[in-house]
T-cell receptor, first 112, second 114 residues
């Protein structure tokens, strides 16, 4: 059974600081996804990582994937209040055959 | 208009009632999914379908059923709703042709069972 663990599950940080959210998964996969969810809203796709060593950046967010370590990171640089949201990682174990398995999410609050 | 549309967006019902949540998409994607979101638990897969004739159970299918009426429509039914089915339900699609596995979500249907 695939397990996806995120940590931390809750993070409060100040604007301007850097931080990293970690996503570990339990079985072999080389496809990992990051989503953002604002309160009461849908999930918005942030990054699609499809191979070992993949790194993608968008603004102050950068995601990477190490399939050997079964680890992905979402790094936030110089955080701003608008990045406050819940961030989910999700893993595709069988090339889309079974949908995605999600972590529990990291609730991020960025304070001015 | 949203590419993945869910109706109703909010519904309050009573224990034992039959409820149907509907999903339609204009993205032309083959694959459709129903997920359930509970606070602190992330999203869990209920059912998924790769085409009209293909329906598969997900992690938490007990108490639910689905119907894929057309490539663009995928409905989720609760035959006899119970309070622990109170949750936020999401429909999602993905494109088998592009094969990235990326999911595209609807706006969600919030269901409360009293």
């Amino acid at each position: 059974e695939l397990k996806v663990e995120q940590n931390p599950l809750f993070l409060s940080m100040q604007e301007g600081k850097n931080y990293t959210i970690y996503c570990n998964y339990s079985t072999t996969s080389d496809r990992l996804y990051w989503y953002r969810q604002d309160p009461g809203k849908s999930l918005e796709s942030l990054f699609v990582l499809l191979s070992n060593g993949a790194v993608k950046q968008e603004g102050r967010l950068m995601a990477s994937l190490d399939t050997k370590a079964r680890l992905s990171t979402l790094h936030i640089t110089a955080a701003v209040h608008d990045l406050s949201a819940t961030y989910f990682c999700a893993v595709d174990m069988r090339g889309g055959a079974d949908g995605l398995t999600f972590g529990k999410g990291t609730h991020l609050i960025i304070q001015p | 208009d949203a590419d993945v549309t869910q109706t109703p967006r909010n519904r309050i019902t009573k224990t034992g009632k039959r409820i149907m949540l509907e999903c339609s998409q204009t993205k032309g994607h083959d694959r459709m999914y129903w997920y359930r979101q509970d606070p602190g638990l992330g999203l869990r897969l209920i059912y998924y379908s790769f085409d009209v004739k293909d329906i598969n159970k997900g992690e938490i299918s007990d108490g639910y059923s689905v119907s894929r009426q057309a490539q663009a429509k995928f409905s989720l039914s609760l035959e006899s709703a119970i309070p622990n089915q109170t949750a936020l339900y999401f429909c999602a699609t993905s494109d088998m042709g592009r094969d990235t596995g990326e999911l595209f979500f609807g706006e969600g249907s919030r269901l409360t069972v009293l």
